[in-house]
Each structure stands twice: as structure tokens, then as C-alpha cells.
């Protein structure tokens, strides 16, 4: 039997609300259709409430609920946002092979926004994977050249693959636009120090204390750098006031010398 077009059920709903001159049959009759008609904007709307609760649990930091919720529009209307924001819930989950998914299925669908290439490099970065998170980095200083962040997080996954002096200029331009990034200064710190240019590094970590004076890595490494020109004394002082201020955060020892562990 061939379905019945809109105007059929439009001309049929009519006729039985007029037989039976019931008040509460035009209005249902009149659902009816509209579903019929519209069901895109509906879903549409019922989509972008879910998509702003799941958000609002996210940012609040019930991830299980903002992953739930984004699962169920990804499910039914697979955007970009959807799977991006889902990504972000993943990733504060430490399910970073899912984030990556999610963050590559955002970049599939809307390659032009520079935030899915920036989050998924961060992922990528922190699992060890360095050239392909340099390449994200890379991507996203292209879609948005103010995002000077990224440059930052470029030049730790350069320097962890030993690659000093290119993590240098990139350093170098990101301070240049944040010059109050302390995070910054104490990267430069370590791969300075790590070259053996102890006295530069010791004023980057100074600089990087002045604005990150909670931070016991910097004490830590600003230690070990006074300890190689010879600055015992000092050099101690640092590495008790790293351990007490370790100590007092109730978080357990970071590996000495590690760097970028501020990160």
C-alpha cells in the first residue's frame, strides 16, 4: 500500500476533526502534520538543548554525564562540536585513543577551526606521539596565527625529540606574544640547560618563578642549573624548597631534572 502523501494527511486530518468537531483533535491533528512536515527542526532544537547541557556538565566537571549526553548526539546528529566536545570530555577521562578519534572526526567534518587541530595535538603530545602533534601545532599557527599557545606547545614536542634549536625560535615567538606565561620561560629554562647554557637558563627560570612562584619543577631545575656553575649552596636551597613545596601541594615528587614537567 503506497504511503499517503503530506497533503493527503493534511486533507484527512481535516475531514475526521470536522466529523467530530472535537476541540482537542485539531491540535493533535495539528502535531501530527507538523511532525510530518518539520521533523528536522524539531530534532533540531531538542539537539541544540541536549548540546548546551552537555556542555554545562562538562564545564562543571561531570564528565560521565557530558560524555553520555555528547555520545547520544553524536549517535543522532554527527556535528563537528559534537564530537569535538566530546573529545574534551575524553580527554579530562584520560581516554586519550577515544579523544584522538574524536578530535580527527571534528577535523574531518569542519577542517577550518584551529582548536580541534590544537586539542588533538595536545593528546597527541602527551601519549608520546611528537611528530604527529608538531604537525597539528603546525595546522593550527596556519588556521590562526594568533594563537601563539600553540607555538608554545610546539616547541615542548620539538624539544623532546631533540630538536633544541627549533623549539628555541618557537619559544622565543610565543613569549614574545606572552610575555607573562611563565610556563614559557621555565620550558626555555630546560632547553637552555639542557644545552649547558646554565647562566641563560637560571634567567629564564627566575623570570618563570616571578610568575609562577607555586611551581617546584622550576625551583627543582633552577637548582640543578646552579648546582652546574658551581652554586652548591644555592643549589640545595632550591632543591629543599622544590621538595617542601611538593610536599605541602600533598602531590607525590616529580622526577628530578625532569623537563617540562610544569607543563
Given at each position: 500500500?503506497?504511503?499517503?502523501?503530506?497533503?493527503?494527511?493534511?486533507?484527512?486530518?481535516?475531514?475526521?476533526c470536522?466529523?467530530?468537531?472535537s476541540?482537542?483533535?485539531?491540535?493533535?491533528?495539528?502535531l501530527?502534520?507538523?511532525?510530518?512536515?518539520?521533523?528536522?527542526?524539531?530534532?533540531?532544537q531538542?539537539?541544540?538543548?541536549?548540546?548546551?547541557?552537555?556542555?554545562?556538565?562538562?564545564?562543571?566537571?561531570?564528565l560521565?554525564?557530558?560524555e553520555?549526553?555528547?555520545?547520544?548526539?553524536?549517535?543522532?546528529?554527527?556535528?563537528?562540536?559534537?564530537?569535538?566536545?566530546?573529545?574534551?570530555?575524553?580527554?579530562?577521562?584520560?581516554?586519550?585513543?577515544?579523544?584522538?578519534?574524536?578530535?580527527?572526526?571534528?577535523?574531518?567534518l569542519?577542517?577550518?577551526?584551529?582548536?580541534?587541530?590544537?586539542r588533538?595535538?595536545?593528546v597527541?603530545?602527551?601519549?608520546?606521539?611528537?611528530?604527529?602533534a608538531?604537525a597539528?601545532?603546525?595546522?593550527?599557527a596556519?588556521?590562526?596565527?594568533?594563537?601563539?599557545?600553540?607555538?608554545?606547545?610546539?616547541a615542548?614536542?620539538?624539544?623532546?625529540?631533540?630538536?633544541?634549536?627549533?623549539a628555541?625560535?618557537d619559544?622565543?615567538?610565543?613569549?614574545?606574544?606572552?610575555?607573562?606565561?611563565?610556563?614559557?620561560?621555565?620550558?626555555?629554562?630546560?632547553?637552555?640547560?639542557?644545552?649547558?647554557?646554565?647562566?641563560s637558563?637560571?634567567?629564564?627560570?627566575?623570570?618563570?618563578?616571578?610568575?609562577r612562584?607555586?611551581?617546584?619543577?622550576?625551583?627543582n631545575?633552577?637548582?640543578?642549573?646552579?648546582?652546574?656553575?658551581?652554586?652548591?649552596?644555592e643549589?640545595?636551597?632550591?632543591?629543599?624548597?622544590?621538595?617542601?613545596?611538593?610536599?605541602?601541594?600533598?602531590?607525590?615528587a616529580?622526577?628530578?631534572?625532569?623537563?617540562?614537567?610544569?607543563?
Amino acid at each position: 500500500m503506497p504511503r499517503p502523501s503530506q497533503e493527503e494527511i493534511l486533507i484527512a486530518g481535516t475531514v475526521v476533526c470536522m466529523r467530530n468537531r472535537s476541540p482537542l483533535l485539531p491540535a493533535f491533528y495539528g502535531l501530527l502534520i507538523l511532525s510530518a512536515v518539520m521533523p528536522s527542526l524539531l530534532c533540531a532544537q531538542d539537539y541544540q538543548v541536549e548540546f548546551e547541557r552537555g556542555k554545562a556538565a562538562l564545564e562543571a566537571g561531570h564528565l560521565d554525564e557530558a560524555e553520555s549526553i555528547l555520545s547520544q548526539l553524536v549517535s543522532v546528529d554527527p556535528q563537528a562540536q559534537h564530537y569535538y566536545y566530546r573529545g574534551l570530555a575524553l580527554a579530562a577521562k584520560g581516554k586519550d585513543s577515544q579523544a584522538i578519534d574524536d578530535f580527527s572526526g571534528a577535523i574531518t567534518l569542519d577542517p577550518r577551526q584551529a582548536v580541534y587541530y590544537f586539542r588533538r595535538g595536545i593528546v597527541l603530545s602527551r601519549n608520546g606521539m611528537y611528530e604527529e602533534a608538531i604537525a597539528d601545532f603546525t595546522k593550527t599557527a596556519e588556521l590562526d596565527p594568533g594563537q601563539a599557545q600553540a607555538l608554545g606547545y610546539r616547541a615542548r614536542a620539538l624539544f623532546m625529540m631533540n630538536r633544541r634549536e627549533q623549539a628555541l625560535q618557537d619559544l622565543s615567538r610565543s613569549i614574545q606574544a606572552n610575555p607573562n606565561n611563565g610556563a614559557l620561560y621555565a620550558l626555555r629554562g630546560d632547553i637552555l640547560s639542557s644545552a649547558g647554557e646554565y647562566v641563560s637558563a637560571i634567567r629564564d627560570y627566575d623570570r618563570a618563578i616571578q610568575l609562577r612562584p607555586n611551581d617546584p619543577t622550576i625551583y627543582n631545575n633552577r637548582g640543578i642549573a646552579l648546582a652546574n656553575i658551581g652554586k652548591t649552596r644555592e643549589a640545595l636551597a632550591e632543591v629543599n624548597a622544590a621538595m617542601d613545596m611538593a610536599l605541602a601541594m600533598r602531590s607525590p615528587a616529580r622526577p628530578m631534572g625532569a623537563p617540562g614537567n610544569h607543563w
